[in-house]
């Protein structure tokens, strides 16, 4: 999981606090010439389970373009959708559905 990795509520754009982490994955990607990646996007439960599906690709598709952006090559970023489907925790407080609120960076490929 991504734990720097923050978006404002119902929003895909990437706060500038986050590049730190994410150039982190960018080193690693140049470190590592043949990894291949899938970012997997969460959302939390609340609110319409479409409209979730669709924020969790653009907040994956922006992470991606971030990567690519820095000059790894687009076919080594996968990309997966989930919506609020695959929530860490049912508990209904504001920690909880931070937490839900995710990104996670499987490696497919080393």
Known sequence: ???????????????PESYTELDIIVNM??????????????????????????????????VKAYLVGKKIHKSRIKTKAFGGAMPLSRENTPEAHRGNRRV???????
């Open 104 to 110: 996670e960076l499987r490696v497919l490929e080393n």
């Open 1 to 15: 999981r991504l734990n720097n990795l923050i978006f404002q509520i119902g929003k895909s754009k990437i706060s």
């Open 29 to 62: 990607m140049r470190e590592n010439k043949t990894m291949v990646i899938q970012l997997e996007g969460h959302t939390d439960y609340q609110g319409d389970p479409k409209d979730n599906l669709k924020l969790s690709q653009e907040r994956v598709d922006a």
